[in-house]
């Protein structure tokens, strides 16, 4: 297998990260681990390992701690495995959290950028993909939302360091002469699901705030029913739109995007592109508890509730960059994600 690229995933013990590392490893990328496991488990690196067979190397290491991160760097350089990229998840995510501990999430996702993006600069590395959100589109004005659409005001302080974090990344684009830096904005989109093992998922600690880890345990019976967070809205059947993807459609779009970057290297360029990534459909919490009851034959107990603060009443992608330029797009149905969440949910009851 090729191994000539070393990609270093930041967060890779998390949700995201950890799917993306299965994905990288099968295209024949060398993955290095980082996470401070402030939101994850080491349990995570050891499904990542078991599915590909490998002792993916790891570091329990802060992205804010310099002096560290720039010892991953060098070590790897030193084992004669320098890394040429970077997929650089690690942020705090919780938009709840993220109103009641602003600065936490300033410090954390903001510095945690701003000092990798130093460290690369120092390290001679130029390959950037970001972990971005749809949440940059604020409350769109028109579905869906494309690349081009408007970055409004940001409905959250987590929001607010994923577009702050997108323009420093522009910023270092346009100021790092040295090297040519190029770099990929994912903007996702809602990933559900879990990988078709069940071997790694999503575990968020404590009661999730997401849609899809909240119907898993509720329909589990772990815990409290569901509240179906409004069903005033004007939409088709009163609750909020969202366009949910696959987990591992998700983690492929980031192989995708190391292609794009390592394929674009002979354009001696900097550039900085974002990218959605979504399946292009909306779909209500109604309908993805319907089709959730439908595809695994369990009901989720659940209460029509009032609006959550702070929520976003439809928001979906329109993905035709991504098809066109990453040549990347959803293969997975709703029902699939749906199928893959309970599986994994079902190893914890
Ligand atoms: P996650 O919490 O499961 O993973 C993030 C990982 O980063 C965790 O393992 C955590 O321990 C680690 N981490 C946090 N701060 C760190 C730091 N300073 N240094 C080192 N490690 C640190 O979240 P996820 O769902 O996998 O999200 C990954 C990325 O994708 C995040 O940047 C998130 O903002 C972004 N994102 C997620 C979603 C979503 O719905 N899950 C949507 C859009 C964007
Ligand atoms: C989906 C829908 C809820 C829980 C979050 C972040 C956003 C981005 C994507 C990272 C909403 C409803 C939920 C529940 C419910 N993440 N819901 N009962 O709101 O699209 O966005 O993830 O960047 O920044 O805010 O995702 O899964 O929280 O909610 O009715 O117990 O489900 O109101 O309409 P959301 P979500």
Redesign the pocket.
């Known amino acids: 297998m090729n191994r000539t690229e070393s990609i270093l995933v930041t967060g890779g013990a998390g949700y995201i990260g950890s799917h993306t590392a299965v994905s990288l490893e099968k295209a024949g990328f060398r993955v290095i681990l980082l996470d401070n496991l402030c939101n994850s488990d080491i349990s995570a690196i050891e499904g990542i390992r078991s599915l590909v067979d490998y002792d993916v190397p790891f570091y329990q290491v802060d992205c804010r701690d310099k002096e560290s991160l720039g010892d991953v760097f060098q070590s790897e350089l030193e084992n004669g495995t320098p890394i040429t990229g970077v997929i650089h998840f690690a942020a705090l995510?919780a938009?709840g959290e993220s109103v009641e501990k602003p600065d936490l999430y300033k410090d954390n996702n903001i510095g945690g950028t701003r000092v990798l993006l130093e460290v690369m600069k120092e390290k001679g590395v130029s390959k950037l993909v970001f972990?971005?959100?749809?949440?940059v589109y604020g409350e769109p004005e028109n579905v869906p939302v494309n690349e081009s659409s408007p970055i409004l005001p940001a409905?959250?302080p987590?929001?607010f360091t994923?577009q702050e974090c997108e323009r420093l990344i522009q910023d270092h684009t346009k100021r790092v002469t040295k090297q040519t830096f190029q770099s990929v904005l994912l903007r996702?989109?809602?990933?559900?699901g879990a990988h078709p093992s069940s071997v790694i998922g999503e575990s968020p600690k404590g009661v999730?705030?997401?849609?899809?880890?909240?119907?898993c345990k509720s329909a589990a019976g772990l815990s409290k029913p569901?509240?179906?967070?409004?069903t005033d809205y004007p939409t088709p059947d009163g609750?909020?739109?969202?366009d949910y993807l696959h987990i591992m459609d998700l983690a492929e779009a980031h192989v995708s995007a190391i292609n794009f970057l390592f394929d674009k290297s002979q354009i001696n360029r900097p550039f900085c592109r974002a990218f959605n990534l979504g399946t292009g459909v909306g779909t209500?919490?109604l309908e993805?508890i319907k089709a959730f009851e439908k595809v695994n034959g369990v009901s989720v107990p659940?209460v029509l509730?009032g609006?959550?603060s702070?929520?976003?009443v439809s928001?979906w992608s329109e993905s035709l960059r991504a098809k066109s330029e990453l040549g990347w797009y959803t293969k997975r149905s709703l029902e699939e994600s749906l199928k893959d969440a309970w599986n994994w949910q079902k190893k914890f009851i």
């Open positions: 995510k938009v972990s971005s959100s749809c949440t409905v959250s987590y929001g994923k996702y989109f809602n990933p559900i999730p705030n997401n849609l899809v880890p909240y119907i569901l509240i179906v967070f409004g609750s909020c739109v969202r209500s919490v993805v659940h509730g609006r959550r702070g929520d976003v928001i």
